[in-house]
């Protein structure tokens, strides 16, 4: 590992329990039963607890839609061809994606990212504010033939993650979503959740954008053809992401690592960013207490990521979409989990008599 | 039954199945995967078929937070004194509770209504315009002595329900949401839910806002003597209301009822509500198609509520406060499902390529 993944992963440090006895008892003392508001009072005793401060507020919330391709799809296991990748990185910038739709509603701000689609991308003078470009080739390696990319690109990939949060922190960052674009990218979230977890490819792999009974025995197959084949070591989590990764997923690692490291809150989405958030807490399992899980994917092997953290989502909704969607979803609740922490009356404020 | 409520039932109409197949294949030709945003999809589809029209906006949403106090108090079934039902409603009327902070978040307005509290109440002048009169008594009797109001009482909250929608829509009703306060309100809705579910008491009775063991198997013998004594009719939903109801719970029943009949969808939120949903279906078994389940409440009774209703929550958040909370947080995402249907690129607009 380089410096700026070692000092990130040693500036990581603890919830900061003391206060969030205070906002226990803050709480406790608002006009309603305690523990009436169930998880959005959890939420907002959490949500303090990563940010270290007593007065909350969750202005400046940025998505992150991180975009990869990858060599595996021409083993043929998506519904989708890979020409959608960039298509869809066009339509991020144009703002007529769901993520968009979504972010604009509980007022994110969507910042794409080329980690390594598989074409040049045209980006228009207009769109560059919201896009950076941190392309490590164009799509990572078919991984039944050897590994998805090298270990220096896998570790920059990381980094990658690491280095936009640096980037965007000084516009504002109260709170960060995850989330990713790239045809064909359930495939090494799979191989990454299998090998993480330690359950079989059969339990962990869905069926993605759609495919039928015959695909998606074709694409647990191919999986298990580049585990055979590359034998990634669990113990190493850079060893999986170099042999049956993705540039996005290594990048939703490195984003959770460096949220993680300046105590900002971080929302993942679904399934893809799951695989980055396992292997975000394989190198550093204190970053676990600084995730908020925003729903439960359609995907199965997500389940079993969270479960693996110890993560129990908030919404559960049937989504399978990814780019942030269940994210930016999730960051309203945590909005209303802040307001009602800010905005609620005591009962000494309001006058209403206690049990 | 009088006329305003017979009326009001053969006004409700069927969901415009033309159109939701209409709202679906647009749906599946904005850019995503089909189905991928799951339940988002269904909820837009839903709401469409319900106002009936293809552009569907849900500007003026409107959140009813119906008051009331219950006879059956005298038997200890609440944490809370009743004199906390009066101070609650000065406190939504001063916008410091729960309910008021969550639906400024959703931009929904909250409309106070005296359905019968046990006191006079004095509401400032410039807090009139959140408030509404519609007090039938000072709370109900103690229905384990007899019953809990007249059949007319009964009657009448259905109609005051009916009534409220009637006054508001003309200032702009999109979408509605329901919500409670009363102390001691979680026991006639337990009583009526095992009435109109047909399922134990014990199954369907649940802590209210903190009810200790012993408190809980008083609170069961309490209903059970009630349910005794009265011998509510299972196929008769006004002599339910009026042997173990409450006011604020009828109340809801001719929301729901007022709500469908003029295609506005109904957010209800937990257990009160529900069990005014209980009987509003078993008024007029069509207006459960313009039900939306908001959250499932800690209140074990609401499961039952919401199976016999054949409704799916939208949310499961471990809350319990009522007021019409949920309701709230659920309406962000009916706002979700009406934006993406509006806002998001179709495959053809975006220049994204298919299957």
Request: proline residues 3%; charged residues 25%; glycine residues 12%.
């Given at each position: 590992?380089?410096?700026?993944?070692?000092?990130?992963?040693?500036?990581?440090?603890?919830?900061?329990?003391?206060?969030?006895?205070?906002?226990?008892?803050?709480?406790?003392?608002?006009?309603?039963?305690?523990?009436?508001?169930?998880?959005?009072?959890?939420?907002?005793?959490?949500?303090?607890?990563?940010?270290?401060?007593?007065?909350?507020?969750?202005?400046?919330?940025?998505?992150?839609?991180l975009a990869g391709d990858h060599g595996v799809t021409a083993e043929g296991v998506s519904a989708y061809p890979k020409e959608v990748t960039p298509q869809m990185v066009y339509n991020f910038l144009r703002g007529g994606a769901g993520i968009n739709v979504l972010a604009r509603q509980t007022g994110a701000r969507v910042v794409v990212v080329d980690m390594g689609v598989a074409s040049e991308l045209r980006i228009a003078d207009c769109q560059m504010r919201n896009f950076r470009d941190y392309k490590i080739n164009l799509g990572t390696d078919n991984f039944t033939k050897g590994p998805a990319m090298s270990r220096a690109d896998a570790v920059k990939s990381v980094e990658c993650g690491i280095k936009l949060v640096e980037d965007e922190y000084p516009k504002g960052m109260?709170?960060?979503?995850?989330?990713?674009?790239?045809?064909?990218?359930?495939?090494?979230?799979?191989?990454?959740?299998?090998?993480?977890?330690?359950?079989?490819?059969?339990?962990?792999?869905?069926?993605?954008?759609?495919?039928d009974d015959v695909g998606l025995s074709r694409k647990i197959a191919i999986i298990k053809k580049g585990l055979e084949i590359n034998k990634p070591n669990p113990k190493d989590v850079i060893d999986v992401l170099d042999k049956v990764g993705g540039y996005e997923i290594g990048g939703i690692a490195g984003l959770i690592l460096g949220a993680a490291a300046r105590r900002v809150p971080v929302v993942i989405d679904g399934f893809i960013s799951g695989a980055g958030a396992l292997m975000a807490t394989a190198m550093a399992p204190q970053v676990r207490d600084f995730i908020i899980a925003s729903h439960c994917s359609v995907e199965i092997g997500h389940k079993a990521a969270l479960f693996r953290m110890g993560l129990t989502p908030l919404l559960d909704l049937n989504l399978r979409l990814g780019e942030g969607t269940g994210a930016a979803l999730a960051m309203n609740l945590c909005e209303s989990a802040i307001r009602i922490l800010n905005e609620m009356a005591t009962f000494g404020e309001a006058g209403v008599s206690e049990k």
């Open positions: 590992m380089t410096d700026l993944l070692n000092k990130t992963i040693s500036a990581i440090e603890w919830l900061d329990y003391r206060l969030m006895e205070k906002i226990q008892k803050r709480l406790d003392n608002l006009t309603k039963p305690q523990g009436s508001l169930g998880r959005l009072e959890e939420l907002a005793k959490h949500i303090a607890g990563i940010i270290g401060k007593e007065k909350v507020s969750l202005k400046h919330k940025v998505i992150f839609t109260d709170i960060v979503g995850t989330g990713d674009m790239g045809i064909g990218n359930t495939t090494p979230s799979a191989a990454i959740t299998a090998v993480l977890t330690g359950q079989p490819i059969e339990t962990v792999t869905g069926r993605g954008t759609g495919l």
